[in-house]
């Protein structure tokens, strides 16, 4: 198997197109700055994160005794409660009670969870039709693309690319690429699916262990119409999603959409306790590995994550180069930092297509570390043998150089003499990276050690 | 009060003269201040790519010759950030650590906190703008971070302030990151390179004549796009700006 | 089943846990609006909703005055009589595809962000809040709250298994960023205190 290019390779890609680039980088940094409006706006905005992150640090501990609260809870209210230990297992049950209810079509709205566990490829693959319903979701899947954004799917296309798309797909006027009027196109055609769905899927935003209800925050209306349509409502939750509390619930709700996309509160947030009239509801508890990052002491707080998109909205890296650079489900800090947890060999770019520059941790709602995340999953990365072996050895010299000053100090007097008549043509040569886009320092005659030294010496 | 001159790896080798500025600046407010000679590098680019054991090695030799210090002072926020912030996986429960960890400051959070001066010579006719350098920034809390609804505040305005005739120009993106990074730099070149020109981009079209910061490597970095692009704008480290006059 | 069930708790378990954190009281000291209502209509207009203080007329009377080529009207709400189909006798909810306007109760309004708070006591189908064109949400004029912290010592699901926030009408900035005001839900919501 030939290696995946990693970030490094695929941001270069991204990046030649510049204009391309910049257009992307705005279109996020928008979104940013509509989030800083909407925080700003209220007053005790950082003391709901300090719950926030109590009330997750405080669940995340306990979570076997919520998780079966929850279960036991949702049971009570005529929910059917199943639970997957793994991608493999979720899609074998979301099929067999599909099967069993020979449902032929679904729609399904905004889930990263069953993107995680690659759902709608296994129930095509027998025989189930999935349509996402979600714009974004279902432009992307026209397009046989993986979304690139955990909120904006797709956040990557311009209006001309969706046009283009719908053109194809639904018939769209040719070369119209007003975003209302492909809307209500969509609109026609999504209404179509859902009057004619067997079943519908949604994710979980939160699953309340008290009340064993699971809430669905959305905008467009799609998961709600699509759960209340069908009589079959399934909805896969990952084991972190639980809140102990109806009342938690004050603090998310008025963190969760703020830092998203900037605006007070979905304009749907709903609470399902039990299915519609004569209905069935299913709710599908995942692990994946989520247990498995519990045990890790500074990794654990990765599963405070809402999925709000903040800290991928905020990210100078996402923005210069896109969802499809990080080749994982997730993009951004929570999914390079998730990714590496999950396979730090096959994501181990991630942690490091990052500058360290903390922006993520500080938009973060739940107040996640992800950037103390990320330095610290370049340990999993190097303990695990996965550096690249030139890169390591280099750091490994240079490690026992700069345990000799006077090592040091004369490799420094060597450059110093050495760089300044170099020519060009060498100095810049392919190797040096740096030198790419950019000039080289100049090189000082002395260093600061041999300056220091002479002033001593006058004295 | 006895001071331990921390000056970086790089900076000791490429910035003499910011280095001898940082020191002479605090001389002038009749610090007593030491540089141990045996100093080489606090261990970062080790840290920040992961390499852990190599990190150790280095925090130990740094404990060892800097712990006797009633303070130790950096020009770097970046390097300051990794002995507050990082050193406690290598050196927690050491003799020495916790003094170090709680007493070495980056410069102008070293003025700004505990020498509190209320006058500098320096003379700095100039617009200048200021680079949030990431780690100085969101780590050592120099200044208010946009992604934060808390009160406005810059140690670094306030002791830049000092310096007579400086215009602060403000830049559009207040804190967004340059794309230094370290060994990031050159490991995600092609995007490195694009923040960095992005960064020049937004100071140059404030109208600033000169960018500023606590931390050299940032200022290198965006130093390294100017000449390349020759753009009309220059780089100068803070202790340059401060210690005008002396 | 039960096996992965028991697989998944008993690992969780064997992650000894690290904090000692009890639950927060979430019950804190929040914004309080002098004019809650100037503050729900402003959050409510700026998602492309309106609020309406309903004076001098019925309730039927504004949907006449307000809305054009209505061909088929529900209604959970017993103060209207304009209705044209009974929602509680429709036995496939499919059926209320046409429904051009839903006026539904809504328990209470929430000023920091101009949401409503209605459930499934008084609505035989959950699916009118979502398939009708427009929605028309009839709540009380003293049932207005400052923020969501009040808003949920108000929400309970003993008599009544679901229950929604909705804030104006449904909407999609998916495509390159552009907010479109109506997506799949209503493309219309009205918020009417009476």
């Known amino acids: 198997m030939s290696a995946k290019p990693g970030h490094p390779e695929l941001a270069a890609e991204f990046i030649k197109d510049t204009e391309r ?81 020979s449902v032929k079509k679904l729609v399904k709205s905004k889930s990263m969870l069953t993107e995680e566990c690659h759902l709608n490829p296994y129930l095509e693959d027998r025989g189930i039709e999935v349509v996402d319903t979600d714009l974004g979701e279902r432009i992307v899947q026209l397009r046989k693309e993986p979304p690139s954004h955990i909120v904006l799917p797709a956040i990557h296309l311009k209006k001309e690319d969706v046009g283009k798309t719908f053109e194809k797909f639904l018939e769209t006027e040719k070369d119209n690429c007003d975003p209302t009027y492909l809307t209500r196109e969509a609109r026609k055609h999504l209404r179509e699916k859902f009057l004619a769905a067997d079943a519908s899927m949604t994710g979980v935003n939160f699953g309340i262990a008290e009340t064993g209800g699971v809430v669905v925050c959305t905008n467009e209306g799609n998961a709600d119409l699509g759960a209340s349509l069908p009589k079959l409502h399934m909805a896969s939750m990952g084991i972190e999603k639980i809140v102990p509390r109806l009342e938690d619930l004050s603090v998310f709700t008025r963190l969760l959409a703020r830092s998203a996309t900037g605006q007070p509160i979905t304009s749907y947030t709903s609470h399902y306790h039990a299915p519609v009239e004569d209905g069935e509801m299913h709710i599908v508890i995942v692990d994946n590995g989520r247990s498995d990052i519990l045990a890790t002491e500074d990794f654990k707080r990765s599963l405070h994550c809402i999925r709000c998109g903040a800290c991928i909205n905020t990210c100078p890296v996402y923005r210069r180069t896109g969802g499809y650079s990080y080749g994982y489900t997730i993009p951004g800090p929570i999914g390079s930092t998730l990714g590496t947890s999950n396979d730090p060999k096959r994501n181990k770019t991630l942690s490091f ?36 072996k030139t890169k390591h050895n280099i750091l490994k010299m240079a490690t026992w150089v700069l345990k000799y000053p006077a090592l040091l100090a004369f490799g420094g007097k060597m450059a110093r003499i050495f760089v300044p008549i170099m020519p060009r043509s060498i100095l810049y040569s392919k190797i040096n990276a740096w030198g790419k886009k950019r000039e080289l320092p100049p090189f000082p005659k002395n260093s600061f050690k041999e300056l220091y030294k002479k002033r001593g010496e006058k004295k | 009060m006895k001071i331990g001159l921390f000056i970086p790896c790089f900076m000791n080798e490429l910035y003499p003269d910011a280095s001898m500025d940082t020191l002479k600046i605090l001389e002038s407010l009749g610090l007593d201040v030491e540089y141990p000679m045996d100093q080489t590098c606090c261990g970062q680019p080790m840290a920040n790519t992961g390499c852990a054991h190599e990190a150790d090695q280095l925090a130990h030799r740094f404990l060892k010759i800097f712990k006797n210090y009633d303070y130790i002072v950096a020009p770097s926020g970046s390097c300051v950030a990794m002995v507050r912030d990082n050193y406690a996986q290598f050196l927690e429960g050491e003799e020495g650590f916790e003094h170090l960890r709680s007493h070495t400051y980056e410069l102008v959070e070293f003025l700004h906190d505990i020498i509190k001066p209320t006058s500098l010579k320096a003379k700095f006719p100039h617009k200048v703008s200021i680079h949030n350098s990431c780690h100085g920034h969101r780590k050592l809390n120099m200044a208010s971070m946009s992604e934060r609804n808390l009160p406005k505040f810059s140690k670094i305005k306030d002791i830049l302030s000092l310096v007579e005739g400086i215009e602060f120009v403000e830049i559009t993106r207040d804190d967004e990151c340059c794309g230094f990074g370290g060994t990031f ?27 500023t910061g606590i931390d050299m490597s940032c200022l290198m970095h965006m130093q390294g796009v100017i000449d390349r692009e020759k753009f009309p704008i220059k780089t100068m480290y803070i202790s340059q700006i401060l210690a005008k006059g002396l | 089943m039960k096996n992965s069930r028991d697989n998944i ?25 002098k004019d809650k209502n100037k503050k729900f209509a402003t959050s409510l207009t700026s998602v492309g909703g309106n609020a309406v203080w309903l004076e001098d007329q019925s309730i039927d009377d504004f949907i006449k005055n307000n809305y054009k080529d209505l061909k088929v009207i529900a209604s959970t709400c017993k103060d209207v009589t304009c209705n044209t189909l009974n929602q509680e006798d429709i036995t496939d909810q499919h059926e209320l595809k046409d429904v051009d306007l839903a006026v539904i109760n809504g328990h209470f309004g929430v000023a920091e962000n101009g949401a409503v708070w209605v459930n499934e006591e008084d609505i035989r189908h959950r699916a009118l809040y979502f398939i009708a064109r427009q929605l028309l949400i009839v709540v009380k004029k003293e049932n207005i709250v400052d923020t969501m912290h009040e808003a949920y010592k108000r929400v309970d699901f003993e008599k009544n298994g679901y229950g929604v926030f909705i804030s104006g009408p449904s909407k999609t900035a998916d495509i390159e960023q552009s907010l479109v005001i109506g997506a799949h839900g209503p493309t219309d919501a009205c918020v009417l205190f009476v």
Not at chain 2, 188 to 209: F, I, K, P, T, W
Not at chain 3, 10 to 17: A, E, F, L, M
């Open chain 3, 9 to 33: 708790l008993k690992n969780i378990r064997s992650n000894i846990p690290t904090s000692t954190i009890e639950l927060p009281n979430t019950d804190i000291k929040h914004m309080q609006y």
């Open chain 1, 353 to 388: 297509a990052c500058s360290l520059c903390a922006s993520c941790s500080n938009v973060c709602p739940i107040m996640i570390d992800l950037d103390e995340q990320l330095y610290k999953h370049r340990q999993t990365v190097v303990n695990a043998g996965y550096l690249d």
């Open chain 2, 185 to 211: 730099c050159v490991t995600e070149e092609a995007l490195s390179a694009a923040m960095g020109l992005d960064r020049v981009n937004d100071h140059l079209n404030s109208g600033s004549q000169i960018i």
């Open chain 1, 21 to 101: 680039m910049h257009w992307h980088d705005k279109a996020l940094w928008f979104v940013r700055e509509k989030r800083d409006l909407a925080s700003q706006s209220v007053d005790e905005w950082e003391e709901l994160r300090s719950l926030a992150n109590q009330i997750k640090t405080h669940t995340i501990d306990k979570l076997d005794f919520y998780l079966e609260q929850f279960a036991q809870n949702a049971k009570q209210n005529g929910i059917h409660v199943h639970w997957a230990k793994d991608a493999e297992e979720h899609n074998k049950i979301v099929h067999t009670i599909l099967k069993s209810k």
